[in-house]
């Protein structure tokens, strides 16, 4: 995109956002408190899921494979904040998805900080030693979105610890179905072959890839398998919520 286009683009967006910020005030989620998307007092109603296997759903603390399952996997684990049955966090996640509300990734970053903060008192986790990588979308829905909603989340994450990003080389270069309304045989067919990694080799990185919801964990994997090929070392999925 020339330069000259994406400065339309930009005065675009932020028309659209004026308009939906106008039409559209924010408003708490919960006890509809203007102002903002959820207040300081109803952040308390965002809880942290129990961390498990995501093959087997075996309880641990670490949110990693079991010995038995971690072969299906190109991920060695996936850590998962909340739960998309929490009404709260669900309508956060729609509002930044499906309403364009680009501010709500301050909120969900934050949720995400707190959560690895907990998990860290648990599990030996040390941040520094990962790169940070947002699950990229096709050209096309971002250009409807206007932006990125893993890329906002994981550049906010980021600088609550200081952490590098890698944004442009991993690319979707397939504009897939929606995943959420297939089953999970549907999603690992839907979403292979659909990334590509454009930078140079790995050399052992370790990585954590960011998402908003995690169902089955297809999307995550299938990255990681194109990330393990490129020659990264141990990759963790962080996601905000199980769907």
Same mark, same amino acid.
């Given at each position: 995109?020339?330069?000259?286009?994406?400065?339309?683009?930009?005065?675009?967006?932020?028309?659209?956002? &004026?308009i939906f910020d106008f039409i559209l005030p924010k408003y708490c989620l919960n006890?509809?408190?203007?102002?903002?998307?959820?207040?300081?007092?109803?952040?308390?109603?965002?809880?942290?899921?129990?961390?498990?296997?995501?093959?087997?759903?075996? &309880?641990?603390?670490?949110?990693?494979?079991?010995?038995?399952?971690?072969?299906?996997?190109?991920?060695?684990?996936?850590?998962?904040?909340?739960?998309?049955?929490?009404?709260?966090?669900?309508?956060?996640?729609?509002?930044?998805?499906?309403?364009?509300?680009?501010?709500?990734?301050?909120?969900?970053?934050? &949720?995400?900080?707190?959560?690895?903060?907990?998990?860290?008192?648990?599990?030996?986790?040390?941040?520094?030693?990962?790169?940070?990588?947002?699950?990229?979308?096709?050209?096309?829905?971002?250009?409807?979105?206007g932006f990125n909603q893993s890329y906002e989340l994981t550049q906010k994450f980021?600088?609550? &610890?200081?952490?590098?990003?890698?944004?442009?080389?991993?690319?979707?270069?397939?504009?897939?179905?929606?995943?959420?309304?297939?089953?999970?045989?549907?999603?690992?067919?839907?979403?292979?072959?659909?990334?590509?990694?454009?930078?140079?080799?790995?050399?052992?990185?370790?990585?954590?890839?960011?998402?908003?919801?995690?169902?089955?964990?297809?999307?995550?994997?299938?990255?990681?398998?194109?990330?393990?090929?490129?020659?990264?070392?141990?990759?963790?999925?962080?996601?905000?919520?199980?769907?």
């Amino acid at each position: 995109m020339s330069y000259k286009l994406q400065i339309i683009k930009n005065h675009v967006l932020k028309g659209r956002d &004026f308009i939906f910020d106008f039409i559209l005030p924010k408003y708490c989620l919960n006890c509809r408190k203007e102002g903002e998307w959820l207040c300081a007092q109803c952040q308390d109603l965002l809880t942290f899921k129990k961390q498990y296997c995501l093959h087997c759903k075996t &309880f641990n603390t670490s949110g990693k494979f079991c010995s038995s399952c971690e072969k299906k996997y190109f991920l060695d684990g996936v850590l998962i904040a909340g739960d998309y049955d929490n009404q709260i966090l669900a309508e956060l996640i729609k509002k930044i998805k499906y309403h364009f509300a680009k501010d709500v990734s301050e909120i969900l970053a934050q &949720f995400l900080k707190n959560f690895v903060l907990e998990y860290q008192k648990k599990n030996n986790f040390n941040l520094k030693n990962f790169i940070l990588i947002p699950i990229p979308l096709h050209k096309k829905r971002e250009n409807f979105r206007g932006f990125n909603q893993s890329y906002e989340l994981t550049q906010k994450f980021a600088e609550f &610890f200081d952490l590098k990003i890698n944004k442009h080389d991993l690319i979707k270069i397939k504009n897939t179905k929606a995943q959420a309304k297939l089953n999970e045989n549907e999603r690992k067919n839907n979403i292979k072959e659909s990334f590509s990694w454009q930078g140079k080799n790995l050399k052992k990185q370790n990585i954590i890839l960011i998402d908003d919801v995690v169902t089955t964990g297809s999307t995550l994997n299938e990255c990681a398998r194109i990330l393990k090929n490129n020659g990264a070392g141990e990759i963790i999925g962080l996601a905000v919520a199980k769907g």
